[in-house]
């Protein structure tokens, strides 16, 4: 018998202390209740967990990605800034000054070997003329260009191999089906990642782009201000930019890039140089910047040109940067003011000049070897007035003024023994006033009773200025004064204990052209108005004188100069020169011309009448009766190349031309023109 199952009907039993609810009677059909949302179970915050987990790596990724790159970037400028300094290196062009002199030496000792080998006569002929076509020959500016451009390009092509291999050879290894090479893209990447981040730990800067922070929903925003217009650079957290009172719109502009240096700085790089608070004074803006990192005073100048751009200063503005208080602080200085100072030189007043930002008069005394140097147009003959104008009027001392371009001297005739220096007869109206000048130094050193001469009026002390040192040098060249320069090196390193001073001014401050180095290597005391380029810098004040701060370059013109006393000297300031008139040099007291005594010039003032070249005598003499004379003819007779003879002529001015002999057309030296050069000479 089948047992009956009776169904029970189960019911909600309410808990302890709830409500008595209301249930469904037995028998009937509880109604669909509304089912309540279910809890998120462990399988869904595991997904959520995964899906947010992936989100974050993901965002990671990108931020190391951008980070790598922020390096990469950052490596590959540096990389690019000291190539760049590698490639225009400033002082690449003196390297190759000195390889050419050193080519040119070695040419010379081979030229003489030759010679000494030389069998036959006209082997050893030849040698020589060999070896004096080197001797007059001088290393010029255009070979030292064209080496300097040949040893730039191939640096910049050394430091571009590298990056151009690294591009362009994954394509060429893909192209010949080896596509593993271009797994060398990802690796130069992070190659470069890692330089980067080097570079910017070992310069304490953070180049790496931080996450944008994550807006908070219903955060609490600052209160608008009325009538207060938006501000970009402010928000966007720049640093406002310093006014300083009575800026010109010019300055502004400089105090505004200042206020943004960091942005300026990173763009350029100069990252690692901190500047402090500008001022202003009648020079201009004055900066002190701090230096981090390699950087050093040398290498900040190096810079100038970043510096100029990264601050918008303007062409007509002078850069200069010395040295600090501090190690690791230079002063930049940035001259936008001309200082309204009284230049003008009077009787009595002190010094040469005076420095405007401090004040100080820059006395530099007359009596002592010196070298000038100045480009056209920078003032080198008004700088030296004041200083001749104290020698003038001193009775116990004496000018003699060496002009080869006359436009100066005639101011001075009044007082000083002033020799122009213009066409064939000026050269030698030169030569023997510098030989006189020697003459007396030796007589001086065969009489001095002691260690240093006492000056007398009979025997002053003197001051030798020759007003261009370049055509000295050329005029060296001539075979009838080739040892013009032996005497002037002569005064200059014995001069000092016969009190004979030499003051050496020249347009060309190279050591081929305008300063010997002889001469230069014995005068310390030296003044520069401005030079053409960081290479007469060096020439002027040393090797060093980049890193130095000595750069007379970046001077203004005219009046402007720097000036040494000694190798370890004040700093180079900028010394604004005394301004002496043409009136004032006229007006100075009259007084006779200095002559050494038992010299040719007793014998008149005018010169002209001296000793006739040689090379002119000889053609006079092989053109007499003739209508001119051949160069051959003139070279056999005296035994000479042809090319001194051609050399010595037009010296003299005496060009070689055409003349008619029995309806022939002959190259050579007219009877007429050489007749012309001889009346110079009262011939």
């Known amino acids: 018998m089948a047992r009956q199952t009776k169904r029970r009907h189960l019911s909600v039993v309410p808990a302890p202390g709830a409500e008595d609810a209301p249930h469904t009677p037995t028998g009937m059909t509880e109604p669909k209740r509304a089912q ?34 922020t390096y990469a970037v950052l490596a590959w400028l540096h990389y690019w800034n000291v190539a760049m300094g590698y490639v225009m290196d400033p002082d690449l062009r003196t390297e190759m000054v000195d390889q050419a002199e050193r080519d040119l030496d070695h040419k010379r000792v081979a030229a003489a070997k030759r010679a000494r080998r030389a069998l036959s006569p006209e082997d050893k002929r030849a040698a020589q003329r060999e070896i004096q076509r080197l001797e007059r020959r001088c290393v010029s500016e255009l070979e030292v260009d064209a080496r300097t451009l040949g040893a730039r390009s191939g ?43 080097a570079h910017a730990i070992a310069e304490g800067t953070t180049t790496a782009t931080e996450l944008p922070p994550t807006a908070v929903a219903d955060a609490p925003r600052p209160p608008a201000v009325t009538g207060a217009p938006a501000n970009p650079a402010t928000a966007a957290g720049a640093a406002q930019a310093t006014r300083v009172l009575g800026a010109t719109p010019e300055e502004n502009v400089i105090l505004e890039r200042l206020a943004d240096w960091t942005a300026q700085a990173k763009s350029r790089g100069l990252a690692g140089l901190t500047p402090g608070a500008p001022t202003l004074d009648e020079a201009g803006l004055c900066v002190v910047l701090t230096l981090d990192g390699k950087w050093d005073p040398g290498r900040v100048r190096g810079a100038v040109g970043q510096i100029r751009a990264a601050l918008a200063v303007p062409a007509e503005a002078g850069v200069q940067i010395t040295p600090g208080a501090r190690g690791d602080e230079a002063v930049l200085r940035i001259r936008t003011r001309t200082p309204a100072l009284d230049t003008s030189w009077y009787e009595g007043r002190e010094g040469i000049g005076i420095v405007p930002e401090t004040g100080r008069i820059a006395e530099v005394s007359p009596y002592g070897h010196r070298l000038v140097a100045g480009t056209t147009g920078a003032g080198k003959s008004t700088a030296m007035r004041p200083w001749m104008a104290r020698v003038a009027m001193n009775p116990l001392a004496a000018l003699v003024f060496i002009d080869p371009k006359g436009q100066e001297c005639p101011l001075w005739e009044h007082c000083a023994r002033t020799v122009k220096g213009v066409g064939a007869a000026g050269q030698q109206r030169v030569y023997l006033a510098i030989s006189e000048v020697a003459l007396e130094l030796e007589w001086r050193q065969e009489h001095a009773g002691g260690t240093d001469w006492t000056p007398t009026e009979e025997h002053p002390e003197l001051v030798l200025v020759v007003d261009e040192g370049a055509s000295i040098v050329r005029m060296s060249k001539t075979k009838s004064y080739k040892d013009v320069l032996d005497k002037l090196e002569y005064i200059a390193a014995q001069g000092r204990a016969g009190r004979i001073w030499l003051h050496w001014a020249t347009q060309y401050p190279t050591k081929s052209e305008g300063i010997p180095a002889l001469v ?42 720097m000036i040494r006393t000694g190798p370890k000297d004040a700093p180079p300031d900028h010394t604004r020169l005394w301004h002496m008139t043409d009136e004032q040099v006229r007006a100075l007291p009259a007084r006779a011309a200095w002559h050494h005594a038992g010299a040719p010039s007793e014998a008149g003032e005018d010169l002209d009448d001296g000793e006739m070249p040689e090379v002119l005598a000889a053609a006079l003499e092989l053109s007499e009766g003739q209508p001119g004379v ?32 029995d309806g022939r057309q002959v190259r050579g030296y007219p009877r007429e023109d050489l007749e012309a050069a001889a009346a110079n000479y009262g011939m």
């Open 630 to 661: 051949r160069g051959h003819d003139i070279a056999g007779h005296l035994g000479w190349d042809l090319i001194d003879v051609q050399t010595e002529l037009l010296a003299l001015e005496v060009r070689a031309g055409r003349y008619s002999d």
């Open 155 to 197: 640096r910049l092509l050394r430091k571009l191999a590298l990056p151009a291999a690294v591009v362009v050879g994954p394509v060429l290894m893909a192209a010949n089906g080896m596509w593993i090479g271009v797994l060398i893209w990802p690796a130069a990447w992070g190659w470069l990642a890692v330089q980067g981040r």
């Open 36 to 69: 309540a949302p279910l809890e998120p179970t462990a399988v869904y915050a595991s997904e959520a967990a995964t899906t947010r987990t992936a989100a974050g790596a993901a965002e990671r990724a990108r931020h190391v990605l951008a980070t790598g790159h």
């Open 520 to 561: 230069t290597e014995n005068i310390t005391t030296r003044l520069s108005l401005r030079t053409e380029s960081p290479t007469a810098d060096r020439v002027v004040f040393g090797e060093n004188a980049t890193a130095t701060g000595w750069t007379p370059s970046e001077l203004e013109i005219p009046g402007w100069a």
